[in-house]
């Protein structure tokens, strides 16, 4: 197991796995808020070339070096890692606020919670301007118990196997994502993931990649503007929204072009 500093007497069994790559802007806040709530943290480096590392230690997290396998893959190795059966699966930019430490601990106050996973509420912390507390928030499920539920191994798809029929209780508190440093980032990061699943995501039949090229980025704008709620943030919402949307259709274009690279290269 990675060294990790001494459990914290007030936290609960609880180990912090976090994956990381040039993380130096967020990482060393990420660990620090870990420990209100984790006995150990670990980070899961894949070969960082800033400070990311130093700084993880420095806060006292433990370190593993491993090159990259896949989202889901670098998680399981994470899972692997931790002494505790309890698991909190943090990204390097997602800050556990005071209030949802409070109600983690009230969750393990009288021992082992009942479910075998929780619901936390990312809220997203913009480069500018206030939190989005009542919009665009995402609950996902980042608490939970190893021994009952596990990581899909995948390269790709990095959320747990939830059981049929089984939805997780959403806690009280935010769990606070500062996702991106400005517009630019933001685009950056959209651009990359469009790649990544693009490529090893199942291919969709080449006729709906047609339908989704030619008119899914409006149904996209829409989604992401109305219904996710970014018209509550003006200018900059409608421009995040038509960045997220133009995200979405680039993972259309570029899984239409594995048919283009299999056939003759025409168009």
């Known amino acids: ?52 590392r130093a700084i993880a230690e420095e806060k006292g997290a433990g370190i593993i070096e491993q090159p990259w396998l896949g989202n889901g893959l670098q998680k399981r190795l994470g899972e692997d890692a931790c002494s505790h059966d309890w698991l ?41 301007g206030k939190p989005w507390r009542d ?18 191994e995948h390269k790709e798809w990095d959320q747990l196997d939830l059981p049929k029929g089984f939805s997780p209780k959403v806690l009280e508190g935010r769990l606070a994502h500062y996702s991106f440093s400005d517009f630019e980032h933001y685009v950056a990061k959209r651009n990359r993931v469009s790649s990544a699943r693009a490529r090893n995501l199942k291919l969709k039949p080449r006729w709906v990649l047609v339908l989704r090229i030619l008119f899914g980025y409006p149904v996209y704008f829409v989604r992401h503007y ?35 690279k299999d056939g003759d290269g025409s168009i």
């Not at 939970?144 to 990581?151: L, Q």
Request: charged fraction near 25%.
């Open 1 to 52: 197991m990675p060294e990790t500093r001494a459990a914290s007497s007030n936290a609960p069994p609880i180990s912090c796995y976090i994956r990381t790559f040039n993380e130096e802007r967020m990482i060393g806040r990420v660990v620090e808020a870990a420990f209100q709530v984790a006995r150990e943290v670990v980070v899961i480096d894949s070969g960082s070339s800033d400070a990311t």
């Open 226 to 260: 109305f219904q996710r709620g970014h018209l509550r943030n003006g200018v900059y919402g409608f421009a995040i929204a038509g960045a997220a949307a133009f995200g979405r259709w680039m993972r259309d274009v570029k899984m239409y072009e594995r048919y283009l």
């Open 88 to 128: 909190l699966d943090l990204d390097a930019d997602e800050v556990v606020t005071p209030a949802l430490a409070a109600s983690i601990k009230a969750l393990f106050a009288a021992g082992d919670p009942p479910d075998p996973a929780y619901y936390l509420t990312l809220m997203t912390v913009p480069a500018f």
């Open 135 to 152: 919009f665009a928030l995402a609950d996902r499920a980042k608490l939970y118990d190893r021994r009952r539920i596990r990581m899909r």
